[in-house]
């Protein structure tokens, strides 16, 4: 489900779905090796649970789309 407000607090496990559900895959043991390696999305503790603010995750899955390109020659041409 991908929440309608983008202040909705999210556990790991749903931020994995809507993330996913949004074009972006990404699954949760991904997030969890993140907190700790740091790199992912902006989270906060509640207890002892990551909660992740919806738009700050989609922000997060955003800003690791290259730039549009007509072919994977281009990707290439920009990583070297």
């Known amino acids: 489900m991908i929440p309608d407000n983008p202040e909705t607090m999210l556990t790991r496990d749903a931020v994995a779905v809507a993330l996913t559900a949004s074009g972006y895959p990404v699954a949760a043991a991904t ?25 700050d995750a989609l922000s997060w899955a955003q800003g690791r789309l290259s730039k549009p390109v007509r072919s994977s020659a281009e990707l290439e041409a920009a990583f070297s």
Not at 32 to 52: D, E, H, N, Q
């Open 31 to 55: 997030l969890a090796t993140l907190v700790s390696r740091g790199g992912g999305p902006i989270f906060r503790k509640f207890g002892s649970r990551a909660l992740y603010r919806w738009s």
